[in-house]
């Protein structure tokens, strides 16, 4: 097993779902797993569950507020800080494990296509705080109050622009910008043509 595999998300994933079941799972405990894999690997696994075909109740605000933290620490380079109330909330279990194994399960199959490349934009400062700009803002998006299903595009962003800062990969910071784009366009255009009609427009142009 190379060193990329040892520190593939999927086992990332594994090791997280490992924790549910010793113990209560708090955002404190995540901390102090992930510690060393930085901001980028909370906003992935903050804006996972939203993808998932589950109802999250309550969940979209507190953890829209958190990915702004997060984001903002990766597009300015300060250290986040958190209310010790905040970090000692405990974390629905049955949600973290069931969105690991998705997660598992899904970069199986891409973790492949994935891999380190266009290095030139990693070095450069101005890319990882564009991403971490973009990542802030769809995370107020998340914590507003929105209609029901509108929570999917920005988590989408979050998740790519998270995996490609995690892994370095610059074609996919690439599609994180065009998925932020297209967030900018649906959240314009929500207010005035109004949800079904812009689904109704996406669902006829696939």
Request: charged share 15%; proline share 7%; glycine share 10%.
């Amino acid at each position: 097993m190379n060193e990329h595999d040892e520190h593939s998300l999927s086992r990332e994933f594994q090791e997280i779902e490992g924790l549910c079941g010793h113990g209560s799972i708090t955002l404190r405990r995540i901390l102090d797993h992930i510690h060393g894999r930085g901001e980028a690997m909370l906003t992935l696994v903050l804006a996972g569950p939203f993808l998932l075909p589950i109802p999250l109740p309550g969940l979209s605000i507190p953890f829209g507020i958190l990915i702004v933290i997060f984001g903002l620490s990766l597009s300015t380079g300060w250290k986040p800080w958190l209310p010790e109330k905040w970090v000692h909330h405990r974390i629905p279990e049955d949600l973290l494990r069931r969105f690991c194994q998705a997660a598992r399960k899904f970069l199986h199959k891409v973790e492949r296509y994935i891999r380190p490349r266009y290095h030139w934009m990693h070095r450069n400062r101005m890319f990882k705080g564009a991403a971490g700009g973009m990542i802030t803002a769809c995370g107020v998006l998340l914590a507003l109050p929105l209609p029901p299903g509108t929570n999917a595009p920005p988590a989408a962003a979050i998740v790519c622009l998270s995996v490609a800062l995690l892994e370095g990969d610059g074609l996919l910071l690439v599609l994180g910008y065009f998925l932020f784009a297209f967030n900018l366009a649906f959240f314009t255009l929500l207010p005035i043509l109004g949800y079904e009609a812009i689904m109704s427009i996406l669902r006829s142009g696939f």
